[in-house]
């Protein structure tokens, strides 16, 4: 049974920043972990992913949403078994409850909400 716990969600400013953290419970058997997002009224959409594979940078593949890229970096640290997502420029329309997600053996997190004012 693998727990995700996330944290770092807040209010901010549109144009500030967040950085948000998925601390697992222990190391999980997956190819791959990722943020999701669900605005109210909306549904659950992809934010950006990584795979858990490997030690070092270099050798994870990063994948983001057309809506976040080049604002939004997704990182992990494996001796913390850790994934980030550190959220600069911040829109008003990234407000949204912010879900961690594995692949695989596929785990939710209970989410961490994220306010964007204008």
């Known amino acids: 049974q693998v727990q995700l716990v996330e944290s770092g969600g807040g209010l901010v400013q549109a144009g500030g920043s967040l950085r948000l953290s998925c601390a697992a419970s222990r190391s999980a058997s997956v190819g791959a972990m990722g943020w999701f997002r669900q605005a109210p009224g909306k549904e659950r959409e992809y934010v950006a992913s990584i795979t858990t594979n490997g030690t070092t940078t270099s050798s994870h593949i990063i994948n983001y949403a057309d809506s976040v890229k080049g604002r939004f970096t997704i990182s992990r640290d494996n001796a913390k078994n850790t994934v980030y997502l550190q959220m600069n420029s911040l829109k008003p329309e990234d407000t949204a409850v912010y879900y961690c997600?594995?692949?695989?053996?596929?785990?939710w997190g209970q989410g961490t909400q994220v306010t964007v004012s204008s």
């Open positions: 997600r594995t692949y695989g053996p596929t785990y």
